[in-house]
């Protein structure tokens, strides 16, 4: 609905910073907008395009990673043998070709502690803050 709005307001020649006030955002967010939607070819903002990339963008972003039995075992073994969640993010990419965030491997612990678990018995700082 907004990049109706911008459009539309743009057409009419409507400053990007007037626009900003009707719909309630920052200037630099308008800016950022049309830079980011607009036509490669034609330079020029339309609310179809912008419309059509948003949704492509929103559609190829990276989801959630769900961890597999064979992940799971892998942090479990290399928690074991005491290496922090860093070093196991790193050496997953190198040894198994799957790349996931340390924070995701904090979460699997810490759900697994409320769980019943002891994986955070293996973390270098026992979960103290």
Request: net charge positive; hydrophobic share 30%.
């Amino acid at each position: 609905m907004r990049v109706y709005h911008i459009w539309a307001s743009l057409k009419r020649g409507v400053s990007q910073k007037d626009i900003a006030e009707i719909i309630g955002v920052h200037p630099s967010t308008i800016c950022r907008e049309i830079q980011r939607n607009q036509d490669e070819i034609t330079q020029e903002y339309h609310y179809a395009f912008a419309d059509i990339k948003s949704n492509t963008r929103k559609k190829s972003k990276h989801k959630y990673t769900v961890l597999s039995s064979k992940i799971q075992a892998y942090i479990k073994s290399k928690l074991i043998e005491d290496w922090s969640p860093e070093q196991i993010a790193g050496r997953m990419k190198l040894d198994i070709r799957f790349s996931i965030c340390h924070e995701t491997i904090y979460r699997y612990i810490y759900s697994n502690k409320a769980k019943g678990g002891r994986l955070y018995k293996h973390l270098r700082h026992k979960n103290k803050k």
